[in-house]
């Protein structure tokens, strides 16, 4: 009953979010803020990530190729395969939950608990347009972070596998380019435009709503941490059949 | 002039306000007292809006609250200020930019217009070399200055005030009350103050309305008070022996 009542509570403040806007000249220096802490601030750890996952899958790939038969090149396609479908939209996206998501949820309902927001309503502001929105779209630059990630998980695995000794340079380009079909890459965004606004709103949600006092607002970071994975995961399911079957 | 009519509010089936009936009036510091849990602050939120009421009616000037949808009540709000407890500044910005913001978002003022304003309420609060400061780097009264400022920047018809004098040592909170009796009168703006200062009810409490487990136990001035033979009053108000004496003496005087 109660997950019911939040899944209505989430879809009434997204309703709220895109009525009354705030205007521009205000708007404009929010997103541009929030560009920078939401995404901007997350490309380093994106990156180390990345890099290092990327190295990890062509490692153990080419450790699994024991028969003798099967191409080295089967390491550059196997990691390019991994990273742009799975690991760069999905993984990276649960990580995201973790840092950008408590970000959110914290300072939202710390904003919550010191009446911040009640001030702006008692201003006569639109509260959920001018916490959220700015939020939502400065998560349109989430691809952005993805298409890095992407980038740097394939390169890992290709410093991996010459460094390593696993197969050559020439293998795992050959590799990368095996029966590479684009249309993976068009699903890989389609489901990290998804991620994106879950990304954006739930924590937000979570942050907005919060009831108590300094102690509530460390448990309901780790209350969105897990909603938003467990959300990101099931929508990930779900496009997935609607996408690749 | 704010006039409230039979407001009733529960939380999950617990009666927190039962049958309030008062008025607040124009020009004058009205102030709502009472124990904590005695329904103070989910009073001053339901006249706020900020709670939903079960029943009851309040009205502003001649606008009835129930009547108004959202949008309605934001214009309205644009009329209110209020100084929250634990005055609810913005962290990220600078004293200025927490007092200029209530004109970003609601006004058509160029950048110059909106700095002059602030200033000009800066000055009225006595707010001296903290414009550029964050909140964090001022004392808690100056805090309550600038919240005070914010509150009043847009020249509201009702200002409310919840607690304005917690955490604040005695003389700080003699300047604070003083402020807002001085700016109430400046203005002709309603007040409604919250808070469990004796201090305050003593010294600005033109109108003072006592709740007791969530009803109206009494309502009066702060000389009133002094004549009482309302014993829920008194017990409250008389709770130290200096005050029993300060009665005593004005009694006798009187």
Sequence with gaps: MVIIQNIGSYFLMLSKVFTRFSRWSVMKDLIIREVDSLIIRSVGI????????????????????????LPKNLIGFATRQSIILEFAPTFISVIMAGKVGSYITSSLGTMKVTEQIDALKVMGINTYNYLIFPKVIAMLFY????????????????????YGGFCTSSEFVEGIQLEFIPY????????TSFFAFILA???????????????????????SFVWTSVIIIITNYIITQLLLT | MITIEKLCKSFEGVDVLADISTQFDQGKTNLIIGQSGSGKTVLLKCILGLFEKDSGKIY????????????????LRQEMGMVFQGSALFDSMTVEENIMFP?????????????SRANEVIQRVNLINANKKLPSEISGGMQKRVAIARAIVMN???????????????????????????????????????????????????????????????????????????????????SSNLFKKVREVYQKKN
Excluded at chain 1, 143 to 162: C, D, H, Q, R
Excluded at chain 1, 184 to 191: E, N, T
Excluded at chain 1, 207 to 221: H, I, M, P, R, T
Excluded at chain 2, 60 to 75: H, P
Aim: with cysteine.
């Design chain 1, 46 to 69: 994106v990156s180390f990530i990345s890099f290092f996952v990327g190295g990890v899958v062509a490692i153990q790939t080419a450790l699994n190729l024991t028969n003798p038969l």
């Design chain 1, 143 to 162: 691809p952005f972070i993805i298409t890095i990630s992407m980038f740097l998980g394939i390169f890992g695995g290709y410093m991996a596998s010459i």
């Design chain 1, 184 to 191: 993976h890459v068009s699903y890989a965004f389609v489901k």
């Design chain 1, 201 to 223: 709103t739930v924590p937000s949600y979570h942050g907005y709503f919060l009831k108590g006092g300094a102690l509530d607002v460390g448990k309901a970071s780790t209350t």
């Design chain 2, 60 to 75: 502003f000037g001649d606008q009835s609250l129930q009547n108004m949808d959202e949008k309605e009540r934001s214009i």
């Design chain 2, 103 to 115: 004109m970003r978002m609601l006004t058509q003022k160029s950048f110059e217009e909106m700095r």
């Design chain 2, 156 to 238: 509201p018809k009702y200002l409310f005030c919840d607690e304005p004098n917690s955490g604040l040592d005695p003389k700080t909170s003699t300047l604070i009350d003083n402020l807002i009796q001085e700016i109430t009168k400046e203005f002709q703006i309603t007040t409604v103050i919250n808070t469990h200062d004796m201090n305050s009810v003593m010294e600005i409490g033109e109108k003072v309305v006592f709740l007791e487990n969530g009803r109206k136990g009494w309502e009066g001035s702060n000389k009133e008070v002094f004549y009482t033979e309302n014993e829920s009053v008194a017990n409250f108000i008389y």
